[in-house]
């Protein structure tokens, strides 16, 4: 059966596109038509540009276009799904906003006292595991995903913990709890062990952990969150096997392998920039002490 069926309001979310639309508008006001109205503002970059109107497509991507829908179809979706939307938009997102816009949120009063707490590396980074293990819970899970307030909480609130977890590695604001050196490399270390054990139960569990995903009554709730109900009411759907010839096991152990890469792709990434960026000023100091070693010692002139 093909997708189709949901109509196109379903899978390809117009409400949704005109909310980043905002955004985006709201974004470039900000940084760039209302940017003298703010104390120490700096000029947009096209790298600080480039990054944020990536992080807008890449929002629509996971959340406003079919992939939506098929998260309810397939767990290695929603699993892809959840990885893009906290490990790859998030840092996206932190780097496309100008350090100045940070520095002007976090010098509001109860945010300021928040982000001290919350992006504390040991804090941060236990926060998001634990939230996203608990999530993948199957009393939790089951009860999220057929809940559109729950799911709403759920997602805003995982959200803001990965932008607490990213933090003490990419520091947009350059203060409040800043990592240096060998500290990054045991955060990324850390965070690949905690993500573990939760991939590990996905992965190499006996049976169907989700009955949003083997069972049709809870899998219709779960689809009545991202199709209309008007839509619903005329379709006789008995499953998400209609929708794919994947068994529920192999879909749920592609799901727990799907996070695990990606998460190690992410983290992969950040560390071989770390190396570089160490590199590069290892390189820019011993050049710098060769040219104070020439300039104290010149050659004589013949």
């Known amino acids: 059966m093909h997708l189709g069926i949901?109509?196109?309001?379903?899978?390809?979310?117009?409400?949704?596109?005109?909310?980043?639309?905002?955004?985006?508008a709201v974004y470039f006001l900000i940084t760039v038509k209302w940017r003298s109205r703010f104390k120490e503002s700096e000029?947009?970059?096209?790298?600080?540009?480039?990054?944020?109107?990536?992080?807008?497509?890449?929002?629509?991507?996971?959340?406003?276009?079919?992939v939506e829908v098929m998260s309810t179809m397939l767990f290695s979706v929603h699993m892809t799904q959840m990885a893009t939307l906290y490990l790859v938009f998030t840092p996206i997102l932190i780097l496309g906003i100008p350090s100045w816009v940070w520095k002007k949120v976090i010098?509001?009063?109860?945010?300021?006292?928040?982000?001290?707490f919350a992006t504390k590396p040991l804090i941060a980074l236990v926060a998001f595991n634990i939230i996203f293990s608990i999530y993948h819970i199957p009393a939790v899970?089951?009860?999220?995903?057929?809940d559109v307030t729950l799911h709403g909480l759920f997602t805003f609130i995982l959200f803001i913990l990965a932008v607490f977890m990213w933090w003490p590695l990419l520091n947009p604001a350059q203060s409040l709890n800043?990592?240096?050196?060998?500290?990054?490399?045991?955060?990324?270390?850390?965070?690949?062990v905690l993500l573990t054990p939760a991939c590990g139960l996905i992965i190499f569990a006996d049976n169907p952990l989700y009955a949003t995903y083997y069972d049709?009554?809870?899998?219709?709730?779960?689809?009545?969150?991202?199709?209309?109900?008007?839509?619903?009411?005329?379709?006789?759907?008995?499953?998400?096997?209609?929708?794919?010839?994947?068994?529920l096991e192999h879909d749920q152990q592609l799901g727990g392998v799907i996070m695990k890469i990606i998460q190690e792709i992410v983290f992969g990434y950040v560390l071989a920039s770390l190396f570089f960026q160490w590199?590069?000023?290892?390189?820019?100091?011993?050049?710098q002490s060769i040219q104070q070693f020439e300039a104290m010692n010149p050659k004589p002139v013949e």
């Open 141 to 146: 899970f089951d009860n999220v995903r057929t």
């Open 107 to 116: 010098k509001v009063p109860v945010v300021k006292s928040i982000f001290s």
């Open 216 to 247: 049709p009554t809870e899998w219709l709730k779960a689809l009545a969150l991202c199709v209309p109900a008007d839509t619903l009411s005329g379709l006789s759907l008995s499953g998400p096997e209609l929708f794919t010839s994947m068994t």
């Open 178 to 192: 800043d990592l240096h050196g060998l500290k990054k490399i045991g955060y990324i270390l850390g965070s690949a």
């Open 279 to 287: 590199y590069k000023k290892d390189q820019a100091e011993a050049d």
């Open 43 to 66: 000029p947009l970059t096209i790298k600080q540009a480039s990054f944020f109107l990536l992080s807008m497509l890449l929002l629509y991507a996971i959340k406003g276009s079919p």
């Open 6 to 24: 949901f109509g196109f309001f379903a899978l390809w979310s117009p409400l949704f596109i005109i909310t980043i639309l905002f955004m985006t």
